[in-house]
Each structure stands twice: as structure tokens, then as C-alpha cells.
């Protein structure tokens, strides 16, 4: 079995729902077990800024889905909740990243294990940590990728209080 880390985010329409429901159409696949869930956060947009801010969360998962496989499911959801690929770090439904495969290093066309950008993304870094105290990228823990970031960069994930007691 094979445990995976997945990026959730989320900046258009009702964003909670989103994240339910994607959350809830992977779970429906018969080869992927969620583990754990991190807290919700706040964000503001990455890269492209001219957006609403984002809910992100990360989840652990088993599944014996190789990593295309997992890759090709995850496309799969984001189609099914109507996401668009028009600005790269563009608004969107809902994002599913995998961030970690096991410990595998992969670099293919259409895949990089780990996450090429997890280092500098402190709405990835500190999710993450919410539900995994042992990651590392070549050897470094991510908390230090997540304490060589700037305050301002860190203090820009804020935890997402919701009306309900567990939103997710």
C-alpha cells in the first residue's frame, strides 16, 4: 500500500463544497483510503494575486494507484468539479496536488515527486505538518523549508473557522 500526501485548494464559489466534494469523490474510488485530514486554511493567491483567496488543506492517503494512475484520478475530480486551466495559478474549483509518493523521486513531463514547490508554499508546508511530523525533501525536514520562509509569508495561512464543529 501506498502512502501519499495530496494539496487541496480552492477559490471559486462555494469553496468548502468543493473541497467536500472532492474530498468525498476520491474517497468513492475503491484504491484510495484518506488517513487524515488536515485543518482548512486561508490564503492569499500565489503566483497569479489578482484572484480570491484560497481554502487549502492537505490529506494523507493509502492507495495502490501508481502515481500516474493517482495523477490521472486526481485530473479526473478536478474535471468532474469543473476545473478550468486558463492562467497558470489561476482561479479555480478545486487543485489536487500530490506532494509525496511514498519516498519516491520522480520527474516526469507530467509529474514531479515530491512537489517541485512545496518548499516555498507555506499554505503546503504548514497543512502538511498538521498531519506529518517526518517529511523531508533531500534530507531536510519541512518545517526548515517552512521556517525559511518569511514571517510575512507564513503569517499569510490563517486556519479557516467554519460554521460547522468539523467542516471536513
Not at 49 to 77: R, Y
Not at 86 to 100: A, C, E, M, Q, Y
Amino acid at each position: 500500500m501506498n502512502k501519499v500526501y495530496l494539496g487541496l485548494g480552492t477559490n471559486i464559489g462555494d469553496r468548502l463544497n468543493y473541497l467536500k466534494q472532492a474530498i468525498s469523490k476520491l474517497q468513492s474510488n475503491k484504491d484510495i483510503n484518506i488517513t487524515k485530514k488536515s485543518k482548512l486554511y486561508e490564503t492569499k493567491a500565489w503566483g497569479y494575486t489578482k484572484q480570491d483567496d484560497f481554502l487549502n488543506m492537505c490529506i494523507e492517503i493509502e492507495t495502490n494507484l501508481s502515481p500516474i494512475e493517482l495523477l490521472n484520478e486526481c485530473q479526473k475530480v478536478e474535471l468532474e468539479l469543473n476545473r478550468e486551466r486558463k492562467i497558470r495559478w489561476g482561479p479555480r474549483t478545486i487543485d489536487i496536488d500530490i506532494l509525496f509518493f511514498n519516498d519516491i523521486i520522480l520527474q516526469e513531463e507530467k509529474l514531479e515527486i515530491p512537489h517541485p514547490r512545496i518548499k516555498e508554499r507555506a499554505f503546503v508546508l504548514i497543512p502538511l505538518l498538521d498531519i506529518s511530523n517526518n517529511l523531508k525533501i533531500n534530507d531536510v525536514h519541512i518545517n526548515e523549508y517552512l521556517e525559511s520562509l518569511t514571517a510575512e509569508e507564513r503569517e499569510e495561512v490563517k486556519e479557516f473557522i467554519g460554521n460547522e464543529e468539523k467542516p471536513i
